[in-house]
Structure formats: C-alpha cells, structure tokens
C-alpha cells in the first residue's frame, strides 16, 4: 500500500544534540511537508518541498532545517534542541494540483530531556 | 493570514447517536478547500471529508456530512450512528486554491468522546 512512513516513531534526546526525524512516501508526491505539533495544539506547518524548492515558514525558528535529497525522502534536522521544542512532527505528502489534499505519516514524539 | 476556530474542546455522544462537531474560518479568499481530518490516539491523521468552496452542494462520505455555510464562514461536520471507532481527536483545516501545494492551516481540535 502506497504511504508515508516516519522513523522513528519515538525519539528522546538530550538539551542541544542534534537530532533528525526521517520521512518517506511511496506516494510519488512532489510535494512534501513538515508540522510541528505540540500537546493540546493544532498542527502548525514548519516548512515544505515542492519538488526540489524549499519553502520556510516565516515564523519558523532557525534551529530546524529540513533536506530532501530525493522525491521519496525528507529529513527535518533540529540543530539544538530545546526543551520547549518537544512536540509531535507530522510528515505528510501532497500532489500540487490535487485539490490541497495531505496524506500524513504516523509522526514521530520528540522528548527533549 | 487565515485562521480556523474550533470552540469545542471536547463532544461526547452515546453509540448510535448523531453529532455536530463546530469550526469556522477566516479568510480574504473566494476560492479554497476546508477539510477534516481524524486523528485516534497514537495513530495518523486521516482525511474524513473535504469540501470545495465554489462547490454549494455538502459534501457527503457514508455517516459523515458538513454543514458548509459559506457566507458565515463555517464548516461544521456531523457523524450520524456514532460508532466506537469514531473516537478520536477531529481537526478542521483550510487550504488555499491555486496549485495546491501550500500547507494547511488547523484549528485546535475536538476530542469526541463516545459512549457505548
């Protein structure tokens, strides 16, 4: 079944070491995005791919930066973690042109100790 | 900027029973998707019906329906023969037109909560 899968599912790291969240997508999609979603909140975009163009969010903090090296794999980065960065990261997939429709990954729960 | 406001935290409803879940919008444009979106608990998010702002007609999938008042900007959804499985956290979302490739902006969620 085509999908979009994140690894890990659940990552703990410590105050200020990097960490990277892995997403992929069997889907084909040419576009990929990132959500950050924090207890009790509603998901809130970070950034996305369309095809290879990046596109940042205005409010995103520099601490995350994100790297599609090919259509089926995204990675975000979080260069030093901070405790208020704990939260859920959605991935999710979208084909442009499809009526904005996402289809999203289980997620992966970041614990920063 | 867009926003989506969902004004219930938290329905319950008894198993069989029908519900109402709120959301309403705010945006500048004519043209736009709204969606909804179930996520359970520890599982993904899955897209429960989307409708398409220049359509009039509600859109419909099996015991889900909306409620989309587009003048009042409100997009509310109702699940009719409330099963157990419906149980879960309910997000409404909007979604610019034109290429489809930016994100969605989400209203904060409603936790249902069925009864058996």
């Known amino acids: 079944d085509a999908m979009v899968i994140q690894n890990p599912r659940y990552q703990v790291t410590q105050f200020g070491k990097p960490v990277t969240l892995s997403c992929s997508q069997t889907l084909n999609h040419n576009v990929m995005y990132w959500y950050q979603q924090k207890s009790s909140q509603a998901p809130k975009l970070l950034f996305h791919y369309y095809d290879k163009d990046f596109n940042n969010e205005a409010d995103t903090p520099d601490n995350f930066q994100s790297r599609r090296p090919n259509t089926s794999f995204c990675f975000l980065d979080i260069r030093s973690p901070g405790l208020g960065d704990a939260a859920m990261y959605l991935c999710?997939?979208?084909?442009?042109?499809?009526?904005?429709?996402?289809?999203f990954g289980p997620g992966t729960r970041l614990t920063v100790l | 900027a867009q926003t989506v406001t969902q004004s219930q935290p938290e329905m319950s409803v008894q198993e069989a029973e029908t519900v109402t879940l709120s959301c309403t919008y705010d945006?500048?444009?004519?043209?736009?998707?709204l969606f909804w979106y179930k996520q359970p608990p520890s599982r993904q998010m899955i897209l429960v019906i989307r409708q398409e702002a220049y359509k009039q007609q509600n859109a419909t999938e099996n015991r889900f329906s909306v409620n989309f008042q587009k003048a009042a900007k409100s997009f509310s959804l109702k699940i009719s023969d409330s099963q157990l499985g419906d149980a879960a956290m309910y997000f409404c979302?909007?979604?610019?037109?034109?290429?489809?490739?930016?994100?969605?902006?989400f209203g904060k969620g409603t936790h249902l909560i069925i009864q058996p």
């Open positions: 979302a909007y979604g610019e037109s034109g290429g489809g490739a930016d994100g969605l902006t």
């Open positions: 945006t500048s444009e004519s043209d736009y998707y």
């Open positions: 999710a997939t979208g084909a442009s042109g499809r009526r904005n429709e996402q289809f």
